[in-house]
């Protein structure tokens, strides 16, 4: 996918964000949109992407919304 925007049950976020990685739809370049990740809050998916190096997070609506990309390394010269 080129594109994922996930606002569903809280509570599903990341088994279903993990669930389409682990069938290779989402690849380098994907961005993944997260609804309502702060207020109310899904604090396992936030958590995932804050501690992930595959992706590269940004909040784009204050305690709202958070929109992340697939990247194929966050430090391109820790791999060369």
């Known amino acids: 996918f080129n594109f994922v925007f996930i606002d569903h049950w809280k509570n599903l976020y990341l088994p279903d964000l993990k669930w389409i990685e682990e069938r290779g739809l989402i690849k380098k370049g994907t961005v993944v ?5 702060l207020f109310p809050g899904v604090p396992d998916y936030h958590e995932f992407f804050k501690n ?29």
């Not at 949109?33 to 990740?37: A, C, Q, S």
């Not at 992930?52 to 060369?80: A, C, G, H, W």
């Open 52 to 80: 992930s190096k595959e992706y590269n997070s940004v909040s784009i609506f204050p305690k709202t919304m958070e929109t992340t990309r697939k990247t194929e390394y966050l430090f391109q010269k820790d791999y060369d």
């Open 33 to 37: 949109v997260g609804d309502n990740i």
